[in-house]
């Protein structure tokens, strides 16, 4: 026996030469080798066969097949009906010749041969499988060579009349251990991640573990028309892809993945087609069904995108950043991970990214919300996870409140959106939140002269995955130039300064702590393939204290101590949540129930307290100032389902019900308020539409109709929708939609002329502030290719009864009613938007142009139409994306003409009766004026950094150093306009935008 065991040790050293010196024929879709030397009782011929044709990785079953006595390799091949039975799909099989040497020799072979096979059992045990069809070999030979160690199971000849698939229990002795091969093996590849390819250094034969899809059966359909059911996922980390498209080659079938990643294609022409599965930022994948693959819960795996640093390889590859859907109207896709590619103040910043497209103004740099075709932020509906978020600023709105990190898709529904959407009148931002890492523990984080930003995805078992994104700003050069900006340089330049004062001196202290930050997590557990909850929450928080204090001990002649104190404090943000339970009823059934709660919040002091000491030794205390409140509460719970009920019918319907409770408070000082409201209402419904393709699923039909029964008004509302696409031809498509739309919750415009307008969120009462409605009419052509995507769009929208609440106009200067101030019109959006994308190559982007007016009418300021405070006549875009080895550059222009205003347009002085003065003013015709004209430059260059050494063919990326230059050639562009009047006369400043803007963002994470 011991000389077995140095034979063995012999063969194991010199196995991979003797597998390289020997050839290999393949044999249909087998490949026979041959196995040692000629004269080695080991040496034979055997046979590999993969029901996939995957025969380079060792990352799956191995099922060893003894013949019967005086067999080949190639008769027991022929014989064994294990290799076509649907539960051996991903084995390989292993066929070991019985002839010319005694079987008991033939077993002491195996150890060797199966060593070899697996890398020197480089993931153990739990997957090696022994079946024996030699009924003269028994148990005892089995104990004698030790096999026992070796295979998991090991299966002797016994019944030799019966087909061996009708063997009791055959597929649960041989059935696989789950082993992630990523943790079993040190020297397994993780995949997590993007990778850069260096195709001038020289493949290793291990690169082919990562293998493209190819076609592995060959011979007839054993099924047609029939329904395939799944679910689409990352292939590095598991999570589910919203929104995919799969389609089945050489058809017009096809279908998308919902909210969740899972889809429904209805009537596949047969189980050998091949589907095209594409999501933006990832590999378009190919999918070859074969009547082996499961019909029922198939995962399709698609990888992200890798880069190579060789030049010429990158033509033809997809860099998609923002994507405008050919087949959809109105709509925009963006790949969150993708955006740090674009040029900005150096922040990964969704909703400033979808602002570089057509139809989406790109000139107001104080507001990361979204003016859409005329309309208002208020008027774009933002979900999270499912719930609402009513307010998308920090900084005074240079930056979105949301962590890129955190986000896995976003996609904005400019106008004609679909009934499952409601209670806004422009348009729909719909984010969904990172699942997590499902496979491996994540950590990653952001580091730039503005804020630090950090992340973790921790998954727990095979069920549970979390995710957690923390980003706070600090107090550098960038923060301080944003906030100086827009507090006019600062009002506390004199902080801690020590004054003379007639009679003494005085003592400023100021404490300026200034600061945002926002929280998101996520937690998922599967339950089981049918059902999932998840719990997702959001908190963005700004603060902006700049509050100073004045001492002055004896002051002035008489010698009293005088104090001021000064609160210049703003707080504001957003908390949210929701609870959701997704569930797949069958396999055409699927449902989403969400419990959500949202919050805005907006508390604003700027108010000045003085105490003093008269001659009598008393305290006198006055406060003076502006107090205002804002606070939101959402609660709401809806319910979507899509049923698919035919291959050319989708059938969606849902219900929902939202408590509201709004209050606003606005005070000239603590005494005195100027307006105070606080309203509650509930706000429920339903809706129900249906996606219909006709004349070989060229024409897509999407009707709709959503209720709406709103308890303050006792009303019922009605909207219907409409959409419809035509392809012309397989690029050339034309589309349309309309419909109506209400909203129940308004961000009212409170006037202020002197110092610039503020906004403030009010429910409907149809007293002071009505229900808002608009109507949509967009029609669109659209022809793309596998580089190019060429589009128009034209839109018209009429709104009705948009609320602005003025104090220039008082009815009865005796005593009027502050609630008198709200002023209800209507309004006027039209426009034509333009965009040429290059989608594919080294250097790809898009160019853009908006012709576009808004107008609004308000009867208190005239009969006619006048230009909306967001009115921009023309808008021209021109995004450019160069990618150079392991360098992405960046560079986009803006131009956009200005935007109207209201200025004064005269000034007088009165004597009042008591001998005093005051100062009055008069105003030119409601934002008859126009600021300048907007534009600018911004550049941006990234330095991937990757993991390995130099000379590696296939390294990580890991993270990457950016450089981005905002405004790079220092344009003066005005934010607004302020008013002074000095002695009758009116006198004009300008509040301008950042200038020359640098930034340095270094970003790392594990994998």
């Given amino acids: 026996m011991s000389h077995l065991v140095i034979s063995r040790a012999n063969l194991k050293i010199s196995l991979v030469l003797l597998a390289l010196c020997f050839s290999s024929v393949a044999q249909g879709q087998y490949m026979e080798y041959n196995f040692n030397s000629p004269g080695s009782p080991c040496y034979f011929s055997y046979i590999c066969y993969s029901p996939r044709g995957v025969y380079n990785t060792n990352r799956q079953p191995f099922l060893f097949v003894l013949g019967r006595p005086g067999e080949s390799a190639q008769e027991t091949y022929n014989a064994d009906s294990l290799k076509g039975m649907p539960a051996f799909y991903n084995y390989t099989f292993v066929y070991i010749p019985n002839k010319g040497v005694t079987p008991a020799a033939r077993l002491n072979c195996l150890d060797a041969l199966s060593s070899l096979l697996t890398n020197h059992y480089e993931y153990g045990h739990a997957n090696l499988f022994l079946k024996v069809n030699d009924p003269e070999i028994e148990a005892g030979d089995i104990a004698i060579n030790r096999l026992g160690r070796i295979f998991k199971t090991i299966r002797l000849f016994e019944f030799p009349e019966q087909d ?70 990352d292939k590095s980390t598991g999570e589910a892809l919203p929104f995919a498209t799969i389609m089945v080659s050489g058809t017009t ?44 819960n198939m995962v399709i795996e698609v ?23 050919r087949t959809e109207v109105s709509t925009l896709k963006m790949t969150p991970r993708k955006m740090e590619q674009l040029p900005g103040l150096g922040e990964k910043d969704i909703l400033r990214s979808f602002q570089l497209m057509p139809g989406i103004s790109a000139s107001n740099e104080s507001s990361s919300g979204l003016y859409v075709r005329g309309g208002t932020p208020d008027q774009n509906l933002v979900l999270y996870d499912g719930f609402t978020v009513y307010h998308v600023d920090h900084l005074y709105g240079f930056f979105s409140a949301f962590n890129s990190n955190a986000l896995k898709d976003v996609q904005l529904h400019k106008g004609g959106f679909e009934s499952r959407f409601g209670g806004r009148l422009s348009s729909v931002t719909e984010i969904t939140g990172k699942d997590g890492n499902q496979k491996r523990f994540n950590i990653g984080g952001d580091l730039s002269l503005l804020s630090m930003n950090f992340y973790a995805e921790v998954p727990v078992g095979k069920k549970f ?52 930050y926002d929280l998101n997590g996520k937690f998922s557990y599967r339950v089981n393939d049918k059902d999932m909850i998840s719990l997702s929450f959001f908190n963005g928080t700004d603060k902006l204290d700049n509050g100073s204090a004045l001492s002055a001990p004896g002051f002035g002649m008489s010698g009293r101590n005088f104090n001021m104190n000064t609160t210049d404090l703003t707080r504001y943000g957003n908390i949210g949540s929701s609870l959701k339970w997704s569930r797949k009823w069958n396999e055409r059934l699927y449902g989403n129930t969400i419990l959500s709660y949202s919050n805005y919040y907006s508390d604003r002091d700027r108010t000045q307290e003085r105490s003093s000491v008269n001659a009598d030794d008393e305290t006198i205390n006055t406060k003076m100032g502006v107090l205002e409140t804002n606070n939101l509460r959402d609660y709401s719970l809806k319910s979507d389902y899509q049923w698919d009920i035919l291959r050319v019918s989708q059938f969606q319907f849902g219900a929902f019900s939202t408590f509201y409770n709004i209050e606003y408070t606005y005070a000239q000082n603590d005494t005195s308020n100027v307006l105070d409201k606080h309203n509650q209402a509930f706000l429920s419904g339903a809706y129900v539409q249906s996606r219909t393709k006709l004349f070989g699923d060229r024409l897509t039909l999407i009707p709709g109709i959503r209720t709406s029964l709103f308890s303050i008004t006792g009303k019922t509302y009605t909207e219907p929708r409409f959409a419809a696409t035509f392809n012309i031809s397989d690029r050339l498509t034309l589309k349309a939609s309309t419909g109506k739309f209400f909203q129940f919750v308004n961000r009212v415009t409170r006037e202020d002329i002197l110092s610039g307008s503020r906004d403030f969120w009010l429910l409907s009462d149809q007293v002071n502030v009505p229900v808002s409605s608009a109507v949509h009419y967009i029609a669109g052509l659209a022809y793309e290719s596998n580089d190019y995507l060429f589009s128009a769009e034209a839109y018209f929208k009429h709104i009705h009864d948009i609320t602005e609440y003025s104090l220039r106009f008082n009815t009865s200067p005796a005593g009027f009613s502050y609630n008198e101030n709200f002023f209800s019109g209507s309004g006027v959006a039209r426009g034509i938007e333009m965009l040429a994308q290059k989608k594919a190559g080294r250097l790809n982007g898009w160019v853009s142009y908006t012709l576009g007016e808004a107008d609004n009418k308000f009867e208190v300021y005239s009969d006619q139409y006048f230009p909306a405070n967001q009115d921009v006549t023309h808008e021209f875009k021109a995004v450019s994306l160069y990618k150079y080895k392991r360098w992405d550059f960046s560079a986009t222009w803006i131009f956009a003409t200005g935007r109207p205003y209201t200025a004064p347009s005269g000034a007088y002085q009165v004597t009042l009766l008591d001998g005093t003065t005051q100062d009055f003013f008069t105003v030119t015709a409601k934002n008859s004026v126009r600021l300048p004209d907007y534009h600018r430059f911004d550049l941006a260059v990234n ?50 935008y950042l200038g020359l803007t640098p930034n340095l963002t270094l970003s790392l994470r594990l994998r």
Wanted: hydrophobic share 35%.
């Fill in 164 to 233: 061996t698939v009708l063997l009791p229990g055959i597929t649960k002795d041989f059935s696989e251990t789950h082993i992630n091969y990523d943790l079993s093996s040190g020297k397994a590849e993780d995949e997590t991640g993007t990778y850069y390819i260096d195709e001038s250094v020289d493949a290793p034969e291990e690169d082919a573990l990562v293998e493209k899809p190819r076609k592995t059966y060959f011979g007839k359909p054993q099924a047609r028309n029939f329904t395939l059911t799944g679910i689409v996922r």
């Fill in 253 to 296: 079938a096809g279908t998308a993945t919902n909210a969740d990643g899972h889809f429904t294609l209805l009537k596949v022409p047969s189980d050998t087609s091949v589907l095209i599965v594409q999501y933006i930022g990832y590999d378009r994948t190919e999918v070859f069904l074969n009547p082996y693959l499961p019909k029922k």
């Fill in 303 to 325: 990888r992200q995108s890798a880069y190579t640093l060789k030049a010429v390889s990158i033509v033809g590859k997809k860099e998609d950043v923002v994507l405008a859907g």
């Fill in 465 to 516: 995955t979390s995710v957690l994104a923390y980003r706070r700003s600090y107090q550098g050069a960038l923060y301080n130039a944003i906030f100086e900006k827009f507090n006019l340089g600062g009002s506390n330049a004199g902080a801690n300064e020590v004054r003379p004062g007639p009679g003494g001196r005085q003592v400023q202290d100021a404490e300026v702590t200034n600061y945002f």
């Fill in 943 to 992: 330095f991937k950094l990757l993991k390995g050494a130099r000379g590696e063919r296939k390294r990580q990326e890991i993270g990457y150093i950016g450089v981005s230059l905002f405004n790079v050639y220092n344009r003066k562009n005005v934010w607004y306009k302020t008013f002074t009047i000095e002695d009758g006369s009116i006198l004009e400043t300008n509040v301008n």
